[in-house]
């Protein structure tokens, strides 16, 4: 596996904005680049990464190696490669594996589109291992894709949140110490090895908590629920017009907006060949809830699904779509209705073969006789009584798709929720 | 707040099985108390406990001090009290919690029912409140239900998953290396000021990953993952009878074993008084799936909900109970019953108010009319393409059961699910 051009169809760079922060990070991002010397005029610094993966997990309890184990259902070693592309200026990626899992690692540089990265066989030890590594940087061997960098960064495979300024701090010091193509792990016994061996001088760098290693089998919990977390922060609510002020999907917004604290909820229409909404994709925004008003039941959330087959978003993690449907229980009763909402089963099914967990849900709408909006619905008499409890569903689907978006339970798909 | 006398209402000892090996367990605590010398005979160790918990948790990022950071909205402090309580042989728990806290701490134990617990007020440090309930424990005073202890165990109130086995080392190598009265704190900072400033010996004791203390944000999604996959262990599955073999309800719980691996998959019939059912709640078993074949839609399941009430089952943990019902939807569309069903919303919310999180969920089951079991179907033709697809309906229905348990998400309860 050797280094591939940048510019692939997932979006690696940036990359998905962890931290929720996507402004910051690019600030960050910027003068990093110039602190490592990577800024355009001046000769950049060669760096690459080496990640010993060949270990067994033993203290996990589980079968599978922990760098294997999936979050999410993608293995925990992906986020991490993922947390190295991120950082620009480190041009190679050398992961040490196993004979016996290499394929798997084949596979899954191919399936989550990973970048500069390359594979050697790993040692019968860590530092076996690391050596692979270094050796296969250090080698001019002819059909080497790889350059020969000037600072190593070994890196576990199991920490996944390493955050670019921790690197850039590493980086800068095996410079100023002269530690390059040496193992400058955070303070871990490598350290002791380095300071006893080799005629070099080693620092210790101060990390961060994000630093922490997956070690035990409550640290992939405590991961796949910080990633949850991650990528629940933005809910974009879509509808056929932004135009509309009291369009429903804009009553539902604001509900969202205010039963949803710390979550950021935006709106976009679908029309206008969907530009403003190709961008919030291309932000990656992992959460988005379908306002479905017109004559066909699905005609919205079918559009925005095929926009999201489209775009790459769903390959790094599963997209959630709750595909929301407005109806009077009183004039309509939802069984009613419910015989052509069942079809989305079908349509759930299908999609989540591509990543995105589609739900729907069904709010309680006083009066309303689809298709129609709000401005429509003024106009008959409403009273004060159908008003609260038009609240009140809208309360109870923000509820609903809180916990949705929160758990992302695939074996919920497909499900027809009722507030 | 001062020690209650033994035998509550609630089921404390054992407790609550965590370990999920009920039978290892019992096996271990008789040993233990032989070893720790509660023996009959033999004159017991006087043996109390003293928990820190004025901490302000600056490190985990939330106002909350993490002793009462809620998990499935009980705090983490009622965990760990409720780790020592299984104890029989600690005979008093002294919290040292800040004066701001103390109504906190009081409502805690008055709501979980916790006994055995007197509460100080902590110091300005940790170790004045170590000392402040040291002082509570030494002192004769004359309306004091404590009593002096020969061993004192000094316990973060944020590791709640301390087990019996590791407390029971401590107190042993107390009682040889003379530390009693003292904090022999698991090889913290503690141990070092102990060996500096007291004529004593000191002794560290080997612990057990399953000590690890709750510090940061992370800690509490990993505690909290480990105590909903620990009440996720065992389900049972009640249906109207158990004599008839051919009953749809051991259909699903025969799908349910095959399909949920490492879960203790039992089923227990409504009859006969329920007595078998009172042992399976008396054991601890959190996850109920109730088959509803008879006329009323909701008999079997409002039969349950009540014994659940009764019981004080729900006071540590929510109780998942999900309300099966089977419905051909060739003959009767799921719309058509749902009006029906969806009176499972109300006992949903009703039954909430006691911890019990209810869910509905209809299982396509060809050519079935209700009230049926199996056994009369098989006098009407069946084809096995029929047969296929009850078995694909009941894998459905096993796959949405184990997200339901497994998520224990309030947010979904009363929700009609379709398999």
Request: aromatic share 6%; proline share 5%.
């Amino acid at each position: 596996m050797e280094a591939a051009p940048p510019g692939s169809s997932r979006p690696t760079e940036p990359g998905p904005c962890l931290s929720g922060q996507r402004g910051a990070d690019h600030a960050v991002s910027a003068s990093l680049q110039s602190a490592a010397g990577t800024e355009p005029g001046r000769h950049p610094l060669a760096v690459a990464a080496v990640l010993p993966a060949g270990g067994c997990g033993e203290r996990m309890g589980v079968p599978t190696p922990k760098q294997f184990c999936p979050i999410l259902e993608r293995p925990l070693i992906s986020y991490t490669l993922q947390a190295l592309e991120r950082v620009c200026w480190i041009k190679d990626i050398v992961v040490a594996v196993t004979g016996e899992n290499m394929e798997v690692m084949k596979s899954i540089i191919q399936k989550y589109q990973h970048k500069r990265i390359s594979l050697v066989e790993a040692g019968v030890t860590r530092h076996r291992s690391i050596f692979n590594g270094l050796k296969a940087l250090a080698e001019d061997q002819i059909n080497s894709k790889l350059s020969k960098p000037e600072v190593v960064i070994i890196h576990d495979a199991v920490r996944p949140f390493v955050k670019e300024d921790v690197l850039l701090k590493v980086v800068t010091a095996a410079k100023e110490h002269g530690c390059s193509d040496y193992d400058l792990e955070f303070g871990t016994e490598c350290l002791q090895l380095a300071l006893k061996y080799c005629c070099t001088k080693v620092k210790l760098v101060e990390g961060s908590p994000d630093l922490w290693k997956v070690t035990y089998k409550r640290d992939l919990y405590a991961a796949e629920s910080i990633i949850k977390e991650r990528i629940s922060q933005e809910i974009c609510v879509v509808m056929d017009t932004k135009e509309d002020n009291k369009h429903i999907g804009h009553l539902l917004e604001e509900v969202l907006k205010s039963e949803l604290n710390h979550v950021k909820v935006t709106s976009e229409a679908l029309c206008h060949a969907g530009r403003h909404l190709q961008q919030i994709i291309l932000d990656q925004c992992y959460n988005f809830v379908c306002v479905n008003v017109m004559t066909s039941d699905f005609q919205e959330t079918q559009k925005l699904l095929s926009m999201l087959e489209e775009s790459n978003l769903c390959i790094l993690y599963p997209v959630v779509v709750v595909s929301v449907h407005f109806l009077d229980f009183k004039l309509v009763p939802p069984s009613q209705k419910m015989e052509n909402l069942m079809k989305i089963r079908e349509f759930a099914k299908e999609v989540k073969e591509r990543n995105i967990l589609l739900y729907g849900l069904l709010i309680s709408y006083p009066q309303c006789l689809l298709p129609c909006t709000l401005e429509k619905l003024v106009i008959s008499p409403w009273t004060s009584n159908d008003d609260q409890k038009l609240q009140e569903s809208l309360r109870q689907g923000a509820i609903i798709i809180a916990s949705l978006i929160k758990e992302r339970n695939s074996g919920l798909i497909g499900q027809l929720l009722i507030a």
